[in-house]
């Protein structure tokens, strides 16, 4: 991988959903939303100092949210939401944000 390039999708893990859930809350809160169905479905990642996670969430009702999350060094354990795009369906692309 490219350091600063986006990877190709790949389908979900549960590390990936963990850092997903992780950061709900966060979501919730700046989109005032109260999600239900929050499972991620696929993600990219950049390496940067750290790593940015692009991650596409299903929400519900045929609707997915795409999230960023930045994950510290290893050693600061550190995730925070960096962006969101809502109002996403199945078939839209991760792409940079």
Not at 40 to 55: D, H, P, R
Not at 71 to 90: A, I, R, S, V, W
């Amino acid at each position: 991988m490219m350091p600063g390039g986006l990877t190709e999708a790949r389908p979900a893990t549960a590390e990936v959903q963990e850092i997903a859930d992780q950061v709900k809350a966060q979501l919730e809160e700046e989109t005032n939303e109260k999600y239900e169905t929050f499972k991620a479905v696929e993600y990219k990642t950049q390496v940067v100092a750290g790593i940015n996670y692009f991650i596409k969430v299903d929400v519900g009702g045929g609707c997915f949210t795409h999230i960023k999350v930045f994950k510290d060094l290893p050693g600061k354990n550190k995730l925070e939401l960096t962006g969101y795009q809502t109002n996403k369906t199945e078939d839209d692309e991760l792409t940079y944000f």
